[in-house]
């Protein structure tokens, strides 16, 4: 299994970006994924996830902001994140679990977001 993450970068506060999660040797659809993010000094914590129903779940401090989705014919895992927040600054990770409501035991490399006030 290879998850790769991209569309970090550099924005400034209000702005948005939209990270990918492009999976191999996994299929998205009707799988368990999440996307979570580590800021330096902070632990790891979740940011949102999507089940195998398309249900998702989102962190307090993200709500009405990110939206998790997935493209299935990209086999493709996407995180929108509108009116960033310097707080949002952080390492993203997505991740997948091999079988849902059990451990993320997939992960990709991260991508870095920044934003800057």
């Known amino acids: 299994v290879l998850l790769v993450e991209s569309g970090g970068g550099s924005v400034q506060t209000g702005g948005s970006l939209r990270l990918s999660c492009a999976a191999s040797g996994y299929t998205v659809s009707y799988s368990c994924m999440g996307w979570f993010r580590q800021a330096p000094g902070k632990e790891r914590e979740g940011v949102a996830t999507i089940g195998s129903d398309l249900s998702t779940t989102y962190a307090d401090s993200v709500k009405g902001r990110f939206a998790i989705s997935v493209d299935n014919a990209k086999n493709t895992l996407y995180l929108q994140m509108n009116s960033l927040k310097p707080e949002d600054t952080a390492m993203y990770y997505c991740?997948?679990?091999?079988?849902?409501?059990?451990?993320?035991?997939?992960w990709g490399q991260g991508t870095q977001v920044t934003v800057s006030s």
């Open positions: 991740a997948a679990q091999t079988y849902c409501y059990t451990v993320y035991n997939h």
